[in-house]
């Protein structure tokens, strides 16, 4: 099994609706992480969580919001889907400790139509 | 702030050529630094980190960078590209207080011609 698992896979849905990408972890990690890739800009980091009661902004986040429901789960919604929402979206996770880098999930390929 | 710049959206190499991958970075604070691989329908896979100590650092699959503090680079190469390198690679930045939040560059895409 993975160790950061996000469902859905793939969604396509219409402007205006709300929908939810969910993610799951079994590293034991405190932070975890919300990121959305699109071509050529590389990934942006939308909202982040250093623990439960933890959560702050990136420097994508508006548009967007989380709910950190314990220590494994981490959600993103986007309240009301826009088309240039559609885009690659990343679950991470990392260790406190300095330099410990990111775990990343499959993905969640968005499309808002 | 933090910044990262990939210089090269894509890069075609043939097989058995060396693979130089560029990435320079900004930080007001001594840097973490990252590069990860994505292979087409996944997620990111840390190829290798530099954080302190040695400033040459060996990856997974024969990939090696160099942290060069005085360049503000940390340029990713593999003396001998093979066809599975063929993939995204992204550079990434943290400043440590934040733990795993990184910064990433735009990403280059490696092909490997046979």
């Known amino acids: 099994d993975a160790d950061v698992t996000q469902t859905p896979r793939n969604r396509i849905t219409k402007t205006g609706k709300r929908i939810m990408l969910e993610c799951s972890q079994t590293?034991?990690?405190?932070?975890m992480y919300w990121y959305r890739q699109d071509p050529g800009l590389g990934l942006r980091l939308i909202y982040y969580s250093f623990d439960v009661k933890d959560i702050n902004k990136g420097e994508i986040s508006d548009g967007y919001s989380v709910s950190r429901q314990a220590q494994a789960k981490f959600s993103l919604s986007l309240e009301s889907a826009i088309p240039n929402q559609t885009a690659l979206y990343f679950c991470a996770t990392s260790e406190s400790r300095a330099g410990s880098g990111a775990f990343f999930g499959q993905g969640t390929r968005l499309t808002v139509v | 702030a933090q910044s990262v710049t990939q210089l090269g959206s894509h890069v075609s190499v043939s097989e058995g050529a060396l693979v130089l991958l560029r990435c320079n970075y900004s930080?007001?604070?001594?840097?973490?630094l990252f590069w990860y691989v994505q292979y087409p329908n996944q997620g990111l896979q840390l190829l290798l980190k530099?954080?302190?100590?040695?400033?040459l650092v060996k990856g997974i699959n024969g990939f090696e960078a160099e942290f060069k503090k005085s360049e503000t680079s940390f340029h990713l190469t593999k003396p001998s590209a093979h066809m599975s390198d063929a993939a995204e690679y992204f550079c990434?930045?943290?400043?440590?207080?934040?733990?795993?939040?990184?910064?990433f560059g735009q990403g280059t895409e490696l092909s490997v011609k046979p």
């Open positions: 990434a930045v943290s400043d440590g207080r934040k733990g795993g939040k990184l910064i």
């Open positions: 930080s007001s604070v001594p840097p973490y």
């Open positions: 530099y954080t302190t100590g040695a400033t």
């Open positions: 590293k034991g990690h405190d932070r």
